[in-house]
Nanobody, 119 residues
Framework: QAQLVESGGGLVQAGGSLRLSCAASGSIIGIGDMGWYRQAPRNQRELVATITTEGVTNYADSVKGRFTLSRDNAKNTVYLQMDSLKPEDTAVYYC?????????????WGRGTQVTVSS
């Protein structure tokens, strides 16, 4: 079993910034893609951004130009820099990681961290 520990959530005014971190530990042999997903009240969980071990990123259209995802492979940690936050960004943000040998043998979710953006 692996553990994904998220941090950095909180309350911020519209236009402000937050930086989320997710550190993976435990049984994470062959860790590959990591990313962030979010779930707003009464909404389905949706992809925010993902990043490969090579640093190739993919962003939801709603956050392009405002959010930046990066990773430190040595620390098995990903960072989500969120700028120009909007009330629509309010959600519980969940970290995700997938890996294994063969690849895809495991995947794990963090417990989630609340991000609230006030107008």
């Amino acid at each position: 079993q692996a553990q994904l520990v998220e941090s950095g959530g909180g309350l911020v005014q519209a236009g402000g910034s937050l930086r989320l971190s997710c550190a993976a530990s435990g049984s994470i042999i062959g860790i590959g893609d990591m990313g962030w997903y979010r779930q707003a009240p009464r909404n389905q969980r949706e992809l925010v951004a993902t990043i490969t071990t090579e640093g190739v990123t993919n962003y939801a259209d709603s956050v392009k130009g405002r959010f930046t995802l990066s990773r430190d492979n040595a620390k098995n940690t990903v960072y989500l820099q969120m700028d120009s936050l909007k009330p629509e960004d309010t959600a519980v943000y969940y970290c995700h990681a997938i890996g294994g040998r063969p690849y895809g043998s495991w995947n794990y979710w963090g417990r989630g961290t609340q991000v609230t953006v006030s107008s």
